[in-house]
């Protein structure tokens, strides 16, 4: 898509308006880049298959092949109820990173950002449209997912409530982390480097927690750190709700470390991304 497709804001950078003025100027931004970023998926489907297939093959894998053996440690011998909600929140995070870091340094890479300078736009707006449509994406992602989970036998016991409040957080959880990935996406030179840290980052993160097996399964040594783990905390809460259960501090602590990484974060992408375009 050329720069030319994409519709400006009408409202001028240099505008002297009241603060809601400046802020319905930065939200109109926001909101044609997250368009642009959505409106790429119909020219690269494959951006999809990533999304979707993924997922799938994860749940099929740890629901029939390891199923059967770490089942025998879930309480109560339901594995499909306690893998589910660490399938979901592992996908959404392995998207996260993926879809907003390599997007972020493949527009880097074919000066894409270099022609949004050339606007009359927020600089801010660009970095906040790339992860406010990558949460669309893994909403997407998890519509596919509580399909096929219907299917290999999960069910919210929590009923609509509890499934609203896991969905929440893991919704807020994505976005976090696609800040996260949108700094990587600024820092590191090349899509194929986003990739290797991007995976160095979350495979620890994702798979020494409480998504797969039950913590109380593991070494002592490693339990110290799956116990304080940022995902450990949102699988437990996210667990809860769906099976009906109280998440007691865990989601607190979920909502802390979400809310820690996406400040963060977006400070330090905002501040580079400012950087990298105004050379």
Do not use: C
Request: glycine residues 10%; proline residues 4%.
């Amino acid at each position: 898509m050329t720069t030319a497709a994409l519709p400006s804001a009408d409202f001028s950078p240099m505008s002297r308006g009241s603060v809601g003025y400046r802020a319905k100027w930065w939200l109109s931004d926001a909101w044609v880049i997250t368009l642009r970023n959505m409106r790429r998926v119909r020219s690269q489907p494959d951006i999809l298959v990533g999304i979707t297939l993924q997922p799938v093959m994860f749940i099929v894998l740890f629901r029939y092949v390891f199923g059967g053996a770490i089942g025998q440690s879930v309480s109560g011998g339901d594995y499909a109820q306690f893998l589910m909600p660490g399938i979901f929140l592992q996908s959404v995070v392995f998207a996260s990173i993926f879809t907003t870091g390599t997007g972020v340094a493949d527009d880097m890479k074919r000066g894409v950002i270099d022609r949004f300078r050339s606007l009359p736009m927020s600089r801010s707006s660009v970095v906040l449209g790339r992860t406010l449509a990558d949460v669309g994406l893994n909403a997407i992602s998890i519509v596919v997912m509580i399909i096929v989970g219907l299917l290999v036998g999960f069910r919210f016991e929590g009923g609509v409530g509890g499934a609203a409040l896991g969905l929440a957080l893991m919704l807020f959880i994505a976005f976090s982390f696609s800040w996260l990935a949108a700094w990587l996406g600024l820092v590191v030179p090349s899509i194929e480097a986003v990739q290797t840290i991007g995976f160095l980052f979350v495979f620890p993160l994702t798979f020494a927690s409480s998504a797969f097996a039950p913590a109380e399964t593991m070494p002592g040594w490693l339990q110290v750190f799956v116990s304080h783990n940022p995902v450990t905390y949102a699988v437990d809460a996210i667990r809860a709700w769906f099976n009906g259960g109280s998440p007691g501090t865990s989601a607190l602590w979920a909502l802390g470390w979400s809310a820690l990484i996406m400040v963060v974060f977006m400070v330090l992408s905002i501040r580079k991304f400012r950087n990298v375009t105004t050379k």
